[in-house]
């Protein structure tokens, strides 16, 4: 055989091997990868529906102690959770022993502290189901309803990443006033029949309360991460600036992902492919305001990057912002098993995968529907760029195999 026929035919095989392991990872069956990515996804579909009022079966340990065990390096919760119905039910009903203003923060919410000792985060309503925030991608007050969201749709895209979220009412008057602090008393008023409160943080303003209806408040509950488990706080390498006329390097630099692959923790272990999951998370719910993460102190890079504070999402459903994915389409690389995931939630099924999800909560419905026909297309969105990774430098510079999994403590 000719040399000019030999080149041919190698270069036809390794397209042929090029495209087959875009073949396999891209919804098919065949490779082991695939065929564990499957078999997780079918679990998480099994135990996508919660059952309403569920309990614990056993009295040995409390719903705060279960859930505190399930915290590790790499997670928030394991794969299988057959008590998380249990512990979500105990999230929204278990009597409140105090009332506090909430920590230090842009947004209003209060910290509560449920029977047992454990703290939780109370976020307020304050829009309306179908309400659509206009003006920039992070602009309106926190969604409560959008934390609830966010938390099902770690559980459907495998991370894992996201605290524990419950939606629940609550009476000002006869659950909350008789164990507040005088801090967060002294910001309670009402407004016609309604009860309301202003709290304590950087926009918070007695001119816009947060208001009940009559005595009753819809808000969301944030599980406390197990003080064991203490955070550090990082400033994410793709934040904004929050100022107008001025843009941050990766805004006009296309090669600012190489500097980011230089600096640590981004130049060795998980860190970066978590900050391109959290881009994908990110942009499904529309969050443009992710401008710090946490992670676990200490760490060295290996613990995750917890998906925390998830309230400025689901705003506007008309409103993809591409730039929330500039760590993908400027990295171009992504996890096999995100990858797999992705491609097993097309053709409407992750918006599905959501209605099902969101069921359970006691204050749905969680998202109007045109929030849930975004996801869809969003996530459309999100395989078009990551396709255009894979022509443009091939699948094995783009796929990258990352399955850390530290063990726990």
Sequence with gaps: MKLKQRMVVLCAVLLLLGLAKI??????????????DLRAFRKMEAGLTLSRGARLTHTLQSPWEIASQWVGPREVYPEETPE????????????????????????????????????????????????????????????HNAEVAAFHLDRILGFRRAPLVVGRHINLRTEIKPVATDQLLSTFLTQGNNTCFYGKCYYCRESEPACAEGEVMEGSLTLWLPDVWPLQKHRHPWGRTYREGKLARWEYDESYCE??????????????????????????????????????QDDGGASMLILLDNAKSFGNPALDERSILAPL?????????????????????????????????????????????????????????????????????????????????
């Excluded at 130049?267 to 942009?283: E, K, M």
């Design 23 to 36: 073949f396999l990872l891209d919804g098919g069956e065949g490779s082991a990868a695939s065929r564990r």
């Design 84 to 143: 998380l119905a249990a512990v979500l039910t105990s999230l929204s009903t278990a009597r409140i022993e105090r009332a506090d203003v909430g920590y230090k923060g842009t947004q209003l919410k209060a910290l509560l502290v449920l029977d047992g000792g454990q703290k939780v985060v109370f976020k307020p309503k304050r829009y309306n189901r179908d309400y659509v925030v206009e003006g920039e991608p992070y602009a309106g007050y926190d969604r």
């Design 259 to 296: 500097a980011v692959k230089k600096m640590p923790p981004y130049d060795a272990g998980p860190r970066l492919l978590d900050v391109i999951d959290t881009a994908i998370f990110d942009y499904l719910i529309g969050n443009a305001d992710r401008h710090h993460y946490e992670s676990f």
């Design 329 to 409: 389409y400027q990295c171009c690389i992504i996890r096999v098993s995100t990858w797999n995931r992705i491609n097993l939630l097309r053709g409407g099924a992750l918006s599905s995968a959501m209605r099902q999800a969101l069921t359970f909560d006691p204050i749905q419905p969680i998202l109007a529907e045109p929030h849930l026909a975004a996801l869809d297309r969003r996530l459309t969105g999100i395989i078009t760029t990551v396709k255009q990774c894979l022509e443009a430098q091939g699948p094995d510079n783009t796929l990258i195999e990352d399955r850390m999994n530290l063990p726990h403590p």
